[in-house]
């Protein structure tokens, strides 16, 4: 019986649409069983609650959709919102623990291949390997985890366990060229690029390309994903509009996403700034089929990132999403992103300021040729990063495990 564990902190069933239950999905035919376990996003229920919450470790599992799914709710396990401020280097153990535990409760038996998708979850797989149920482990390197935290001790942590992890796996695949160059740095390894994709490509018929190319109605900047200001940049995004507007009239940027209440009180307080109020429209999270009528009507995709060494390694799926719905794209210079930009030739990248934003944005928007030309590429270079085609790269580094 050939049995695939997947292992990741990101919760299963409150963050859907994924990379890892992509790849969950994609992998089930090859084997005869597949099992998630994931680390369960907690609510806040109050003081009392929240103390008992984190002094407690549950696990459950469930069937569906033909993929065993353990959740494992660990030790020291915060709610969301909640910082656990200096001594939150604890959880990493606890998340280790937990997640190798509920494997050995729930999922007996031992596993062909272990997909890790982080450090604290290539730990576990070691671990689980050690109690001999794991006999290879592929480490999925998607991000730069340690950028995710600001505490000095924590972070280096992080960036020894990540070390750790990806030495001792028997592949490693890394979703950004960037990322991979660092992990050949770090590690001396060299891993696998399999980059994240997209479920479909959107080309619009000629009335959209008409409205994208500014025909009958107003230029639409799109911007899709997580809300948080240190991660989506939309604070320097919207101190832009008002230059953008003075250059292309009628300019409004359209929001679709989900945070929290400060981010989105600091993005309000943004928008109040730049007096931009009638031109930002904050749409809030949206089905999935309601973001590509969206993606339909845009006519520039933003993925203007703040340079931190987080978002310099990330491999963002709004990308390659603007990319296959033909959208130009401006871009964060020195990232990932930029690199994805250049290397298909689908827009700018400019400097993180509203001021060079505002430039980029501009010449995109006083060249419908160079749109058109944009979109065309677009659509042609998305069908490289279509999930069936990362599902076959993916396939083939697991059966070069098993031959």
């Given amino acids: 019986m050939r049995r695939l564990l997947i292992i990741t902190t990101l919760d299963f069933e409150r963050e859907p649409n994924q990379r890892v239950q992509v790849l969950a999905s ?202 948080h200001l240190p991660y989506s ?25 989900s945070g929290s209440e400060p981010d989105l009180a600091a993005i309000h307080g943004a928008i109040t700034k730049a007096h931009v109020a009638g031109a930002v429209e904050l749409v809030g999270r949206v089905q999935r089929d309601e973001v590509d009528q969206y993606l339909r009507r845009a006519t520039i995709g933003m993925a203007m990132f703040p340079p931190s060494r987080l978002r310099r390694f990330a491999f963002p799926y709004k990308v390659i999403e603007y990319m296959g719905a033909g959208l130009s794209v401006v871009g964060t210079e020195c990232s990932e992103t930029a690199r994805i930009i250049r290397s298909h030739g689908i827009g700018e990248t400019v400097p993180f300021e509203p001021e060079a934003i505002a430039g980029g944005v501009s010449r995109l928007l006083g060249d419908t040729r160079r749109r058109r030309e944009i979109a065309e590429r677009g659509y042609a270079a998305a069908e490289g990063y279509l999930w069936e085609r990362i599902g076959d790269r993916y396939r083939e580094v697991i059966h070069s495990l098993q031959a």
Avoid: C
């Fill in 26 to 227: 994609l992998l089930r035919p090859d084997f005869d069983e597949v099992v998630a376990v994931y680390r369960v996003q907690r609510d806040p229920q109050g003081p009392a609650g929240d103390t008992i919450g984190v002094l407690t470790q549950r696990t459950s599992r469930d069937e569906r959709d033909g993929i065993v799914r353990v959740a494992v709710d660990p030790l020291w396990n915060a709610p969301r919102g909640r910082d656990l401020r200096y001594i939150g280097f604890i959880k990493e153990p606890m998340d280790i623990g937990g997640l190798a535990w509920g494997v050995l409760r729930h999922a007996p038996g031992p596993f062909d291949v272990a997909i890790a998708e982080g450090p604290t979850e290539g730990a576990a797989a070691h671990l689980l390997r050690a109690l001999g149920r794991v006999e290879r482990i592929v480490y999925d390197d998607f991000d730069w985890v340690p950028g995710w935290h600001r505490r000095r001790f924590r972070v280096k942590a992080l960036s020894w366990l990540e070390r750790w992890a990806i030495a001792g796996s028997d592949r490693v695949v890394s979703t950004g060229q960037y990322l991979a160059l660092l992990r050949r740095v770090q590690t001396g390894r060299s891993p696998v690029w399999i980059p994240n994709g997209t479920p479909r490509r959107l080309r619009p018929d000629e009335s959209e390309i008409s409205t994208k190319d500014g025909g009958d109605s107003e230029p639409i900047l799109l911007y899709t994903g997580n809300l």
């Fill in 233 to 257: 940049g939309l604070d320097a995004v919207i101190a832009a509009m008002p230059a953008i507007r003075s250059r292309a009239p009628g300019t409004r940027l359209i929001v679709v996403g």
